[in-house]
């Protein structure tokens, strides 16, 4: 018999309960789901922090293990999009694995920007497996400030 915990509640709140529901079924989904025997790809999206610093959007991405070379970003409009492939170079037999939680596999994460880029200055680098790509503003998306004389 499983053990729930008990939360005393004032009145009854119909969005509450589900929640609690929506996330008890995805919990169930993930264990269920998400878990594959020991060498087999498995889908998989890396964390991804956007914020603005200044006059750049700013994209950081945790990809541990996977080399520049197996990374390709585009940018189309405002929509940037950041495809690759982490590899498997495990060397022991699935025969011999007690469990496997890394994943491995091709992956691609797209992000809708708020304002148009500059092309030209973006750049990219990978350091400690974190990627941060540093998108400019274009000049028609950086607000200007004019100051108006008042008569």
């Known amino acids: 018999m499983a053990l729930i915990r008990w939360r005393p509640r004032r009145e009854w709140d119909p969005f509450t309960d589900m929640l609690d529901l929506q996330n008890n079924i995805n919990r169930l989904f993930s264990l269920s789901l998400g878990r594959k025997g020991a060498g087999e790809p498995t889908a998989w999206n890396p964390s991804m922090d956007v914020y603005r610093e200044g006059d750049n959007y700013i994209l950081k991405t ?22 690759g492939e982490k590899k498997d ?35 990219a680098n990978v350091k400690d497996g974190i990627l941060e790509v540093r998108l400019p503003l274009a000049e028609e998306a950086v607000p200007k400030q004019i100051k108006i004389d008042i008569s």
């Open 62 to 83: 945790e990809l541990p293990g996977i080399k520049k070379e197996d990374l390709e970003i585009t940018i189309q409009d405002n929509i940037v999009t950041l495809k």
């Open 89 to 123: 170079k495990r060397e022991t037999k699935e025969d011999d694995y007690y469990f496997s939680e890394r994943s491995f596999g091709s992956f691609q994460r797209a992000v809708e920007l708020p304002a148009a880029i500059d092309r030209s200055k973006v750049k």
